[in-house]
């Protein structure tokens, strides 16, 4: 069976959400039986965007097989609670790449390589690439706005496909923004016009124009709106702020988007859609029962993605705990010792974020203490969990110079150190330990009461580990390393027995939480942290003062 295409392109401006569009789309299709993907296009140079700041594009979100990719991958594995892989994410970095490595190679035949036809060519293999593995719909987002050039190979790619494949087998969705003029009090469909405009002279033109907007579409906008962009009244969407992502696909489901899209696409095998889990998920979500406070440490909490998938996590183990998760940002580069007490006041559990370099690495040390000396439940991830190592060391073992080689090469005690088959690289892109890994749990550990069982696989993204030589010393003043990996050794897990809760992982969980499974960790933690808040309640005039809501 050949795979039907949908294309999702943007205009007016970029982070209108595209990607959530995408992936509630996709939610929507399976619900209804069918077997769907997402991939995304990104049109800048790099090769992916593991070398990128966080400050640039965010979180760098992580395959099962090692893929450093986009951060809207995870939108689309949190949705459909399926795994994605390299294949579904293509930047023009890599386009560009392949192209000149093959025209390196003499393939081209001493042709003149052009964008059009090779550029587009290799772009429309990878496009069609996932078609070979048996999806009834295959969902492709172009990255970027159109009008810009960086966009155009790609948005040349779609015009090519939208001529080349039966007329049932492709559609394009735009996603557009209908801006509302406070001082006139109306709604403007202009920049949509031309935004259409705008993608109809590069040859593609839109099935289905979805509409971000502040205010409800009258109907006499919707008619304005399909009467000059081209396109039936039915295929104008309304895409209304939300309260949440989660109530994208319900909102997309009550304009029809779905069906809108089968109709054109000529399927007919699919049935109501089966949203129970995904309801249920929305009911607790939107009536906690209470509230916790979790202190999310780390360099970049200024940047809401560069934690994407720690924050939504926390939303899916709160719903699975029946209470909301109040995340409080605390910047690890202003803790010190003086006033690391007033900085975490009020918290019911602390998580010290992952990252990389010497920046904010003090303060995150001082913040572990804390937790470990005043019982607050604790979550370290990966450097995270280095600085729980290195806090142990210093304060318990009494080894004052230890540190990791990453931020001090010179350290006498090298509690963190470089992998040995990282010693030799220097080359930084796709060279990290990335993608899943399998990870042997220690019986009666509280990693195996989270868990549930002693084999498990996650995600890394990392250079410096654990070093084995300090292994015993740790161990034997109590701090308990129970997960490893069976191959090599490596400490993954690292956990106190004498603590409400108290744990640090070398990989990166809060990748595989999605809505309808949630990560254990990020569960048992949250449960931790709602035990905390009940236990440390106060008495106010005989009175129990709780934070229900």
């Not at 580069?333 to 370099?357: C, M, R, S, W």
């Not at 080359?427 to 019986?443: D, V």
């Not at 309808?516 to 009940?534: I, Y």
């Amino acid at each position: 069976m050949t795979s039907k295409h949908i294309f999702v392109t943007g205009g007016v401006t970029s982070s209108l959400g595209k990607g959530i569009i995408a992936a509630s789309l996709a939610k929507l299709l399976q619900a209804r039986g069918l077997n769907v993907t997402i991939q995304k296009f990104d049109p800048y140079i790099n090769v992916d965007p593991g070398t990128l700041n966080p400050y640039e594009h965010g979180e760098c979100y992580v395959t099962d097989d090692g893929a450093e990719t986009d951060l809207d991958l995870g939108h689309y594995e949190r949705f459909l609670s399926t795994a994605t892989s390299q294949a579904n994410n293509v930047t023009t970095g890599r386009i560009y790449e392949t192209v000149i490595n093959n025209e390196r190679e003499g393939k081209y035949l001493g042709k003149t390589v052009q964008v059009v036809p090779h550029i587009t060519d290799e772009i429309k293999r990878r496009m069609l690439l996932l078609s070979q593995e048996g999806f009834d719909i295959v969902i492709t987002e172009i990255g970027g706005t159109v009008g810009d050039i960086e966009s155009l190979p790609f948005i040349e790619a779609v015009r090519q496909l939208q001529w080349e494949l039966p007329e049932e087998d492709c559609l394009v969705i735009h996603l557009t923004l209908i801006p509302y003029l406070k001082a006139a009090k109306e709604l403007k469909t202009k920049p949509t016009q031309h935004s259409v405009r705008q993608l109809s002279q590069e040859g593609v033109h839109p099935d289905i124009i979805v509409c971000r907007t502040e205010e409800a579409l009258s109907d006499d906008i919707r008619k304005k709106i399909a009467l000059f962009c081209n396109v039936k009244t039915e295929a104008v969407i309304e895409a209304v702020d939300a309260s949440t992502i989660y109530d994208v696909p319900l909102l997309m489901m009550e304009e029809r988007l779905d069906l809108i899209c089968l109709k054109k696409l000529n399927i007919t095998n699919y049935h109501e859609p089966e949203l129970e889990k995904w309801g249920r998920f929305l009911d607790k979500l939107k009536a906690p029962k209470r509230k916790i406070t979790i202190g999310l440490i780390g360099k970049y909490v200024e940047l809401q993605d560069a934690y994407k998938s720690i924050l939504e996590a926390f939303i899916h183990a709160g719903a699975m705990n029946e209470c909301k998760v109040q995340v409080v940002n605390i910047h690890s580069e202003y803790i010190t010792q003086e006033n690391v007490a007033e900085k975490l006041d009020g918290l019911h559990g602390l998580l010290v974020a992952p990252g990389f370099g010497n920046r904010g690495t003090e303060g995150k040390i001082i913040a572990v203490q804390y937790a470990r000396e005043n019982g607050l439940p604790f979550f370290g991830i990966c450097l995270g969990m280095q600085m729980a190592v290195i806090e142990f060391a210093r304060n318990i073992l009494g080894l004052k110079e230890a540190h990791s080689t990453e931020m001090n090469p010179d350290t006498c005690d090298a509690v963190i150190d470089l992998m040995e088959e990282q010693k030799k690289i220097t080359s930084k892109g796709g060279t990290m330990r990335l993608g899943a890994y399998p990870c042997e749990i220690t019986p009666g550990s509280l990693a195996h009461s989270i868990y549930g069982t002693t084999q498990i696989s996650e995600r890394h993204r990392h250079r410096w580990e654990f070093n084995n030589y300090y292994l015993e010393q740790f161990e034997n003043a109590g701090l308990i390393t129970s997960g490893k990996n069976c191959d090599t050794g490596l400490v993954e897990i690292v956990e106190l027995a004498n603590h409400p809760f108290f744990i640090g992982v070398q990989y990166h969980p809060e990748l595989k939480s999605t809505v309808e499974n949630p990560h254990p960790l990020f569960v048992h933690f949250v449960k931790a942290a709602k035990e905390f808040a009940e236990k440390n309640e106060v008495v106010e005039n005989g009175v129990l003062q709780s934070e229900m809501m």
